[in-house]
C-alpha cells in the first residue's frame, strides 16, 4: 500500500539529547515537509523539501536539522538547542509545492 | 504576510443540526484546503478547492470558496457524532511553495 510512515510513534528525550524522527513515502511525492503541533494549536512549518538534496527552513527552523539525500525520506533531527521540543510531530508530502499534502501518522516526542 | 483565520475556534452543537465553519485569508491565493483531524490522530485531506466559486461535498460536509472575499465556508447538514473533530483549513501562499494552516476548529457534536 502507498502511504507515508513514521517512526516512533511515541520518542522520550533527555535533556540535552539529539532524537531523529524518521519520514518515509512511497507515495513517488516530489515535495517532503515537516511540522510541529503543540496542544490546541495548529500546524507549524519546521522544514521542506521540493527534490533530493534541497530543503528549506520554514517558520520555526531554530533547533532542528533535516537531511533529504532520498526521494523516499526526510528525516527530522531535534537538537539540543530546540528548547521546548515536546508537540506532536508530522511529516508531509505531496507531488509538489501546490498540490495536496498527504500526512503521516505523526511521532508524539516528551522531553523528561 | 499571509494569515489565515478560522471561526469559531470551538463549537459544540446538537446532532442534527447545521452550522458553518469560516476560513479567512489575507492575501490572494487559488488553493484552499480543509483537512480533519480526530483527537491523537493525523491529518486527512477532505476538501481541494482550486477556483472562484468553487464548490465540493462529501456527505455531510460541503466546503465553498469565495477568492473575492478571501473567504471559504465548511457547512456542516445535519449534524451526527462521528463527525465530531478538529477542522483545518490551509491556504497556498503562492509566492512560495508553503501552505499555511489556520488554528482549527474544534467540532463537538452531541448526541
Known amino acids: 500500500d502507498g502511504g507515508i510512515t513514521q517512526s516512533p510513534k511515541y520518542l522520550f528525550r533527555k535533556e540535552g539529547q539529539n532524537v531523529t524522527l524518521s519520514c518515509e513515502q512511497n507515495l513517488n511525492h516530489d515535495a517532503m515537509y515537516w511540522y510541529r503541533q503543540d496542544p490546541g494549536q495548529g500546524l507549524r512549518l519546521i522544514y521542506y523539501?521540493?527534490?533530493?538534496?534541497?530543503?528549506q527552513k520554514g517558520d520555526i527552523a531554530e533547533g532542528y536539522s533535516v537531511s533529504r539525500e532520498k526521494k523516499e525520506s526526510f528525516p527530522l533531527t531535534v537538537t539540543s538547542a530546540q528548547k521546548n521540543p515536546t508537540a506532536f510531530y508530522l511529516c508531509?508530502?505531496?507531488?509538489?509545492?501546490?498540490?495536496?499534502?498527504?500526512f503521516g501518522p505523526g511521532t508524539r516526542l516528551t522531553v523528561l | 504576510e499571509l494569515k489565515v483565520e478560522q471561526n469559531p475556534l470551538f463549537l459544540s452543537m446538537q446532532e442534527g443540526k447545521n452550522y458553518t465553519i469560516y476560513c479567512n485569508y489575507s492575501t490572494t491565493s487559488d488553493r484552499l484546503y480543509w483537512y480533519r483531524q480526530d483527537p491523537g490522530k493525523s491529518l486527512e485531506s477532505l476538501f481541494v478547492l482550486l477556483s472562484n466559486g468553487a464548490v465540493k461535498q462529501e456527505g455531510r460536509l460541503m466546503a465553498s470558496l469565495d477568492t473575492k472575499a478571501r473567504l471559504s465556508t465548511l457547512h456542516i447538514t445535519a449534524a451526527v457524532h462521528d463527525l465530531s473533530a478538529t477542522y483545518f483549513c490551509a491556504v497556498d501562499g503562492n509566492r512560495d511553495d508553503k501552505i499555511i494552516f489556520g488554528k482549527g476548529t474544534r467540532l463537538h457534536i452531541l448526541p
Open positions: 523539501s521540493q527534490i533530493v538534496n534541497d530543503f
Open positions: 508531509a508530502s505531496s507531488f509538489s509545492p501546490q498540490w495536496t499534502q498527504y
